[in-house]
């Protein structure tokens, strides 16, 4: 008796929490919204691979069993993935939907709510203030310390290429963007080039792993539990890390101000202070702080936000860049050939690139097949239909750049490098969001036009006087999706001098 009555009341529950949980879906309005099969009030995160490998490949393999708009349960908290060119317009045009996703609430111990996490008011005040210091006529100061790196890069691949060896690009390639961004942005040399153990950029890359991690279960959210954890100890091991730079680097600034401003014992001597202030995203910090439009902890979010973004983005890019040139010899001959022509012309590195579309080309398409940020997250405040999809209030977006810029649907042979589809007449009538490597609307990448220089500037340097050559396929590069796009095995090359 006590047994069936045990049974009985087993079955009960089962079926009112499947109920319960049904009901649950059913209020969000998003029963119709293909999904991944779900248990009660776990939702899909008991599915969801921690590696971020085996996730690039359960999102892909979703998103072609559920459709290019599926839902996806992290606990009782439902995401929206959509590689859908109508999703991305409807969210990235919107002036109301301009609040980032959630889950970047977990990148606020480390970026707090510097330009890329905050939101509202603050937002708009920063964006505004923020982008005076990416204008053409300020980036044209930093074309010498471009061309200063790329010398300084060009070396280190030259003892490769003398060698022999094969490398991960993704090394030296990164401590070059890193000593570009700290210099460019905030007027400091930390010769990360001379230094290839950087502790800062193993620090990026352990946080990069974890916070992505960390928002697949619900159960690490507590500060309480994760900072016990071993996952939890060594992301704050790497944020501390992480600060530090960013601290010495606003510290090493400051005292230098403070010495110049203390030798301009003439108006020549004040002009010229004048004028290398006006040169340094840190040295605009800092004169907002003296107007009391941006306090301390400002400048440090700022400074930790532009550190990460400006250097771990664009040493991504770069490093794609060359494994498929690397991969698509018959392009790199064209480019050598180009580069070849170009040289005759003579004049500075940045007049050679300025309008070299062919290499222009290659990094766009570069960005199409392996864009450096793969997700854009975006927060629903009011209710939405989007293509015949009602989008309740309070939903997350997360829009799926990776698998857009490779949809069928979209471009033609989309896994072929081509970097001429980029001249061809539709994709110049094509809809603009349907290419979004530095995201687009109102919330696009503010420091677009400096990747770009940055990259192609460093790209010809590096072509000019390097034959690549890629040593794994695409079956054996381990793509992992992360913050920001890159290979968890590496990404192999092996240079030869021309």
Not at 58 to 65: A, E, N, P, T
Not at 286 to 301: F, P, R, S
Not at 383 to 399: A, C
Request: glycine content about 4%.
């Amino acid at each position: 008796m006590f047994l069936a009555y045990s049974l009985l009341v087993t079955i009960f529950s089962y079926f009112l929490i499947k109920i319960s949980w049904k009901l649950w879906i059913y209020s969000y309005g998003l029963s119709t919204v293909p999904t991944p099969p779900t248990i009660p009030f776990f939702g899909n995160c008991l599915q969801l691979e921690s590696d971020s490998v085996k996730f690039n490949k359960q999102i892909r393999k979703w998103s072609k069993i559920y459709g290019n708009v599926f839902c996806v349960w992290i606990g009782l908290r439902p995401m929206i993935y959509s590689s859908s060119v109508n999703f991305s317009e409807a969210i990235l045009s919107s002036q109301k939907v301009l609040k980032k996703a959630s889950v970047y609430e977990f990148l606020y111990e480390w970026l707090q709510t510097g330009l890329l996490t905050s939101t509202g008011n603050k937002w708009k005040l920063r964006r505004r203030l923020l982008t005076a210091s990416f204008h053409f006529s300020i980036l044209n100061n930093f074309l010498k310390i471009f061309e200063e790196q790329g010398v300084c890069l060009v070396d280190k691949l030259r003892i490769y290429a003398k060698s022999g060896e094969n490398f991960d690009i993704q090394v030296p390639i990164g401590l070059a963007t890193l000593d570009i961004i700290c210099e460019t942005s905030m007027g400091v040399k930390v010769n990360a080039q001379s230094h290839p153990d950087s502790e800062y950029a193993k620090a990026i890359g352990i946080l990069s792993e974890e916070i992505p991690r960390r928002i697949k279960y619900p159960w690490l959210w507590p500060d309480i539990i994760y900072k016990h954890l071993a996952c939890g100890k060594r992301y704050n091991e790497a944020l501390d890390v992480a600060h530090k730079l960013s601290l010495d680097v606003i510290k090493e600034r400051v005292d230098t101000l403070v010495q110049n401003e203390s030798e301009a014992t003439s108006n020549k001597n004040k002009e010229e202070f004048g004028s290398e202030k006006k040169n340094f995203f840190l040295d605009l910090l800092l004169d907002m702080h003296k107007k009391g439009e941006i306090d301390t902890e400002g400048i440090q979010e700022e400074v930790d936000t532009f550190m990460f973004e400006g250097h771990d983005s664009t040493s991504s890019a770069l490093s794609w860049i060359l494994w498929l040139l690397g991969r698509y010899p018959q392009v790199q001959q064209k480019l050598h050939a180009e580069i070849d022509e170009v040289e005759l012309t003579g004049g500075s590195l940045y007049e050679k690139v300025r309008n070299f579309k062919y290499l222009e080309n290659i990094v766009k398409e570069s960005m199409r097949i392996h864009p450096p940020v793969p997700l854009i997250g975006r927060h629903v405040e009011e209710d939405m239909v989007i293509d015949g999809q009602f989008v309740p209030k309070n939903s997350e977006i997360v829009l799926l750049v990776m698998m857009m810029h490779l949809s069928p649907e979209y471009w033609k042979d989309p896994y072929d490098f081509i970097p001429e589809r980029f001249e061809q007449e539709d994709f110049v009538k094509r809809n603009p969001y349907f290419y979004i490597p530095f995201s687009a609307g109102p919330r696009n990448c503010i420091g677009q036009k400096f990747a770009m220089i940055e990259e192609k500037m460093l790209l010809y340097s590096i072509m000019k006087n390097f034959y690549v050559q890629s040593m794994q396929n695409e079956n054996e590069i381990l793509l992992a999706l992360n913050i920001i796009h890159k290979s968890s095995n590496g990404i192999i090359m092996k240079f030869t001098e021309r």
